[in-house]
């Protein structure tokens, strides 16, 4: 197990450092800390909780993930992806409820690192990723409204078609002044990067904009533009550890809510440290990488913080600025605290409007449109798979969307393995081929009379039974041997062993022979271990169709010979 290997990794790191490279390292930490100042407090804020417990996340979780991850310049914190399950979380459970989700959390993602189950995070289908990640970014999208927009509502409803038909309702007491700062907002952000790819246009569109909201606040009497410190108060001190009360009620009724953060978590960082692996030329553990991630989700909520997982936008940052070791991320993580420390009471003075121009933004580039235009030309089954976890993601929930959506991919996937799986019958003549369990002779090989071969191409499992059910109950005759020809079977599940089980049983009872041909390794053990060989004999087990036939005139001219000397008697 390779769970403490982040010594020896850093031991590695330091083994050729250099003031260049430190210096690279503390330069890329800045800009990544600067980059990742106004994106926590967003995150925060729009997850319900406090801004400060944004940053407290990204100060955590980006220590702990670059100092044990598997990837060397991964950064971890507070994404997008997390704001509409902890939002729903912290309604239904309170904070409380999300600390104990997010352990919970932490904990799955270390069993799945500790039994080495990363790379199989990687095979949940794309049109899964892009359906609950587009979904999220409309539902930030629609969180954003009343703050955009200066509304001045009562209460904002949870669900999606209520908050909009909210909005419309609602829409006449638009604030032109705060929609001004949000509008304004979007513009800096999106037109920062003309004139600077260092600065993040984030921050600019904060600094810029705070300092526009306090100028009119205090000389041109303007209030009604709402700021941070209007609706929240701020600590910029570290918070204590609290260990939080937990019951298996809570557990229990928190678990769903958890696998959806350790899923999402799971995804996201790795995706995130592939794509850095695409840029640096390195190579992540991905294994590490989770156990870092669930190390980082247990520890950070101790201390108020929400869920963190790898992020993608701050680690190409910090890729594009230099970074190249875990130092930067340290470095990072070091700058947000120094910022929570002796800056944070500005951050009274933001205003919401402003935050919520950030995160249009956010799910602006969070949306994948572009995929999910080039997914809808696909075959219908991905479209539905898309579509279905997109809607459910939108107006239910996104841990039933992740649900759903995966029991769909997998029905689907095994109707096309089903459909790629044939079953023939052959009793005349049959093809030897060079196949895997053939030898050299390429002459088809005629078949006895009283000789028939099932020829079985694909792998055998649940998702074929009836087929095979089907093709069994068509044949109306008794041959004398049935050769069961399995080739082309890469595996076999219990169905398939229970299904063959049958067949042998009822060939038993009508007399009929069984012999298995070209069984490979891997079937040879499945069958073997459920006690298959014990109905078929171990002698009725051929290597290839040569043998398989051979041993079945064999067997026919014994017969005959039996026959004959029964008639002569």
């Known amino acids: ?7 020896p990794k850093l031991c590695t790191v330091f083994k050729d450092y250099s003031k260049a490279t430190f210096s690279s390292d503390l330069m890329a930490g800045i800009i990544v800390g600067i980059v990742a100042l106004p994106l926590a407090i967003a995150f925060g804020i729009a997850s319900g909780v406090a801004p400060e417990k944004g940053i407290v996340t990204a100060i955590i979780a980006g220590f702990l ?15 997008g992806a997390f704001i509409v399950i902890v939002y729903g979380i912290i309604q239904q459970y309170g904070e409380t409820g999300l600390i104990v989700a997010t352990i919970l959390a ?25 359906g609950f990640t587009s979904g999220i970014a409309l539902t930030i999208f629609t969180t954003q409204i009343k703050d955009l927009f200066g509304l001045t509502m009562a209460e904002v409803p949870a669900d999606f078609a209520s908050k909009w038909g909210a909005y419309m309702r609602d829409f006449s007491t638009i604030d032109p002044w705060a929609t001004g700062v949000g509008v304004l907002s979007i513009v800096l952000i999106l037109l920062t990067p003309r004139f600077s790819k260092k600065i993040p246009g984030s921050l600019v569109a904060i600094v810029v904009m705070t300092v526009v909201v306090y100028l009119l606040r205090q000389y041109a009497g ?23 009360a937990m019951s298996w009620e809570m557990v229990r009724g928190l678990m769903p809510a958890a696998l959806t953060i350790a899923v999402l978590g799971a995804i996201e960082s790795l995706l995130s ?74 951050a009274q003075y933001i205003p919401m409007a402003c935050l919520a121009g950030v995160l249009v933004v956010v799910s602006y580039n969070m949306s994948e449109w572009r995929s999910f235009r080039a997914l809808m030309k696909n075959p219908k089954p991905d479209v539905a798979v898309l579509l279905v976890t997109f809607l459910l993601t939108v107006f239910f929930d996104l841990t039933v969307a992740i649900e759903v959506g995966l029991v769909i991919a997998c029905l689907l996937f095994m109707k096309r393995v089903a459909e790629t799986t044939n079953i023939s019958v052959v009793r005349d003549e049959v093809d030897s081929g060079r196949g895997a369990d053939t030898s050299v002779p390429e002459e088809p090989l005629s078949l006895p009379a009283g000789v028939e071969v099932y020829e079985i191409d694909g792998p055998f499992f649940f998702g074929i039974a009836n087929k095979f059910e089907e093709t069994m109950a068509q044949l109306g005759d008794r041959p004398a041997v049935r050769i069961i020809r399995m080739r082309r079977v890469p595996f076999i599940d219990s169905t398939g062993i229970h299904n063959l089980t049958i067949l042998c049983r009822m060939s038993r009872r009508e007399r009929i022979h069984i012999i298995l041909s070209g069984v490979n390794e891997q079937v040879h053990s499945a069958l073997e271990k459920a006690g298959f060989y014990e109905l078929v004999g171990q002698e009725n087990i051929c290597s290839h169709i040569d043998l398989a036939v051979a041993k079945a005139r064999e067997f026919m001219a014994g017969r005959e010979t039996e026959s004959g000397g029964t008639a002569r008697d």
């Open 1 to 7: 197990m390779k769970f403490f290997e982040f010594r």
């Open 65 to 79: 993930v670059s100092l044990l991850g598997g990837s060397r310049v991964q950064i971890g914190g507070p994404t």
């Open 106 to 130: 932490g904990a799955l993602l270390i069993l799945l690192g500790l039994f080495r189950l990363g790379t199989i995070i990687k095979f949940i289908p794309y049109p899964i990723v892009v």
């Open 222 to 244: 303007i209030t009604s533009v709402e700021t941070i410190g209007d609706r929240f108060s701020i600590d910029s001190a570290l918070p204590d550890a609290q260990v939080p």
């Open 273 to 346: 440290a592939t794509v850095a692996d695409g840029v640096t030329g390195d190579r992540h553990d991905s294994n590490q990488e989770l156990m870092a991630q669930g190390i980082a989700n247990m520890v950070t909520p101790l201390f108020g913080g929400i869920p963190a997982t790898g992020a993608i936008a701050r680690t190409m940052t910090n890729i594009n600025n230099g970074g190249r070791t875990p130092v930067a991320g340290i470095i990072h993580a070091v700058v947000l605290l120094l910022i929570l420390l002796f800056l944070m009471p500005l």
